[in-house]
């Protein structure tokens, strides 16, 4: 069974930093797009940052210069490091990736449990 699986979140300080890890686990064919969603307290679920299978990004304006997103296709990982946080990106962080599973070669859909992320002094 697919799994994604966030990792890294916590407290940080404005202006600090912190690297989110999301990793797929189980049986996998091919990972295709994966995006960092986030949402925070009392608000509705947005993008934050994706990547293609290519390696091709794009950001959210809210993010753009300060955000980065990459990944490991030998380890089936998708990061995004923060860098200059910001009260405004307290939120849950969420992944979600489109992934060919290894077994059924059947293309779905799936999304991480989350990880919160608290900018605070």
């Known amino acids: 069974q697919v799994q994604l699986v966030e990792s890294g979140g916590g407290l940080v300080q404005p202006g600090g930093s912190l690297r989110l890890s999301c ?8 990972i295709d797009g994966v995006g960092w969603y986030r949402q925070p307290p009392g608000k509705e679920r947005e993008l934050v940052a994706h990547i293609t299978a290519s390696s091709m990004t794009n950001y959210a304006d809210s993010v753009k210069g300060r955000f980065t997103i990459s990944r490991d296709n030998a380890k089936n990982t998708v990061y995004l490091q923060m860098n200059s946080l910001k009260p405004e990106d307290t939120a849950v962080y969420y992944c979600n990736a489109d ?4 077994r059924a070669f059947r293309r779905l859909n799936y999304w991480g449990k989350g990880t919160l992320v608290t900018v605070s002094s």
């Open 99 to 102: 992934i060919t599973d290894g």
């Open 23 to 30: 990793a797929a686990s189980g049986s996998i064919f091919s």
